[in-house]
Antibody, heavy 118, light 110 residues
Framework: QVQLVESGGGLVKPGGSLRLSCAAS????????MSWIRQAPGKGLEWLSY????????YYADSVRGRFTVSRDNAESSLVLQMNSLRAEDTAVYYC???????????WGQGTLVTVSS | QSALTQPPSVSGSPGQSVTISCTGT?????????VSWYQQPPGTAPKLMIY???IRPSGVPDRFSGSKSGNTASLTISGLQAEDEADYYC??????????FGGGTKLTVL
């Protein structure tokens, strides 16, 4: 069965960096586009990035463009979100999701919590 | 890109029907049939309920239906059940090659 497992969340100071990973299994990872989506505590969903199966093209939300970088390793079936210059407003649960039929998220991970605080 | 507009909350009694609206612009909902709906019970990850405006993935009950008119998409849940209580989010592809979610709607089954 399809599984997406995020890791790497934790507490980081403002201005710091964090690297999130998403381990995929149960499907041919290299056949699918992937996305990162986050949810601040008590708030709604926010789409962050979208990476094609070949890692080009890549799209970002305005809120993270230039600070966050998404990448993938098809050989390892893994997705990565490198987050730099973190701000308090980046505090959220971060989900990775499989993209299906163009911009549809059919499977989601359980999420990993990132807290940005001094 | 501003979030799509959803009502903060809706409610209904078991067996009734409720409709959740999702209003965007001509740059997203109004121009593309790439509108999806997600259900998120408390403390869990979202689950896909509707895609491409009105298509139900396998396993989603036919009590859930979607539609669109102009810049507004809608999710209708008929024959409400207690298990339907959750937050619901719409999403749409945009002309900027991005995706935007709605602010979310909390469904309470009375």
């Amino acid at each position: 069965q399809v599984q997406l497992v995020e890791s790497g969340g934790g507490l980081v100071k403002p201005g710091g960096s964090l690297r999130l990973s998403c381990a995929a299994s149960g499907f041919t990872f290299s056949d699918y586009y992937m996305s990162w989506i986050r949810q601040a505590p008590g708030k709604g969903l926010e789409w962050l990035s979208y990476i094609s199966s070949s890692a080009s093209p890549i799209y970002y939300a305005d809120s993270v463009r230039g600070r966050f970088t998404v990448s993938r390793d098809n050989a390892e079936s893994s997705l990565v979100l490198q987050m730099n210059s973190l701000r308090a407003e980046d505090t959220a649960v971060y989900y990775c999701a499989r993209v299906w039929r163009s911009w549809v998220f059919d499977y989601w991970g359980q999420g990993t919590l990132v807290t940005v605080s001094s | 890109q501003s979030a799509l507009t959803q009502p903060p909350s809706v409610s209904g009694s078991p067996g009734q029907s409720v409709t959740i609206s999702c209003t965007g612009t001509s740059s997203d909902v109004g121009s593309y049939n790439r509108v999806s709906w997600y259900q998120q019970p408390p403390g869990t990850a979202p689950k896909l309920m509707i895609y491409e405006v009105s298509i139900r993935p396998s396993g989603v009950p036919d009590r859930f239906s979607g539609s669109k008119s102009g810049n507004t998409a809608s999710l209708t849940i008929s024959g409400l059940q207690a298990e339907d209580e959750a937050d619901y989010y719409c999403s749409s592809y945009t002309s900027s090659n991005t995706l935007v979610f709605g602010g979310g709607t909390k469904l309470t089954v009375l």
